[in-house]
């Protein structure tokens, strides 16, 4: 199968990218940045700057990853515009070329596409929080807002006969990459911590889970709409931090006040002092066998390795 990648040099992307080229599968990437893309990904992928230059050589499946990382500057009115718009114009470039595509023999008939966690917002704190599956309603804040232009710009596909399948995806785990590879550093001089009180709820997934997300719902027919891609054992940030702590054999006595986050960051610190106890329910009801379900498995790999 050929499949057309957004975001295929990122962090997510990199790993999709290998295990569809080892499972034999033609692997087509959007990247604004050809040569430094090629430097990450295997041999044989065929990098260029727009989906729509993909006419010629149709994919038959879409996955789109695109996106300015959220948490790499303070939200300024001006990047919140370049956080949207990385997103929605990446998305709108695949409509396009679903579009184009519509009425031919190679049209794409699948796209999965990205959105977050963000997109429920600051939900309740603590051991006593419900859970939060695909039909709870959201909280109104830019992550929500960011997360539900991003969804709607998605949805367009279904009009050009394209399914569609959306992964709300929780912090990715992995040693070089994401949250993790930040944290490390500070955790490992015995210098990390909680994030305010620590109450608030961190769901993740292991990289190598969501990958194998993303492939169930690229061959799954039957599956279509949103899906929490997170481990079914959401942890608060304190339970994250403890575990952390222990799998490094350090202490983690150096709890970051929230007022202090919220001067550095501003508005950006909800990402550090907010969550959901988001489970991913409509990934169970299908079948989704967890490699790692519980964070000290995926932490126990990661270390391991």
Not at 113 to 121: C, D
Request: with cysteine.
């Amino acid at each position: 199968m050929r499949v057309l990648i957004t975001g295929g040099s990122g962090f997510v992307g990199q790993s999709l990218c290998r295990h569809l080229k080892a499972c034999g599968h033609s692997i087509q990437v959007v990247s604004r940045k050809p040569e430094a893309a090629r430097k990450r990904l295997p041999k044989g992928v065929d990098i260029r700057t727009s989906a729509l230059d993909f006419v010629t050589r149709p994919p038959a499946a879409l996955v789109n990853l695109a996106g300015e990382p959220i948490a790499a500057k303070r939200w300024s009115v001006q990047h919140k515009e370049v956080l949207c718009d990385s997103r929605l114009n990446a998305t709108r470039e695949l409509v396009m070329l679903c579009e184009q595509l519509e009425h031919t023999a190679q049209a794409p008939t699948v796209l999965v596409s990205g959105s977050a966690m963000g997109f429920y917002g600051a939900q309740a704190e603590g051991s006593d929080a419900p859970e939060v599956d695909e039909e709870t309603p959201p909280h109104d804040e830019f992550a929500h807002r960011l997360c539900r232009h991003w969804e709607e710009a998605a949805q367009s596909v279904t009009a050009h006969g394209v399914r569609l399948a959306i992964l709300r995806t929780g912090l990715v785990l992995d040693k070089d990459g994401g949250m993790l590879k930040r944290m490390l550093p500070a955790f490992r001089l015995g210098l990390g911590g909680r994030m305010g009180r620590g109450e608030h709820y961190m769901p993740w997934i292991h990289r190598q889970d969501l990958v194998e997300m993303i492939v169930m719902l690229l061959n799954r027919e039957d599956l279509s709409g949103a899906f929490n891609a997170s481990a079914p054992n959401p942890v608060t940030n304190a339970q994250f931090t403890r575990a952390l702590g222990s799998h490094l054999h350090r202490p983690t006595l150096l709890p970051v006040p929230e007022v202090v986050l919220q001067m550095a960051l501003g508005e950006m610190s909800c990402l550090l002092l907010t969550g959901a106890r988001m489970v991913p329910k409509r990934f169970l009801e299908a079948g989704f066998a967890f490699r790692y379900p519980t964070l000290d498995e995926a932490l126990d790999d990661i270390m391991g390795r």
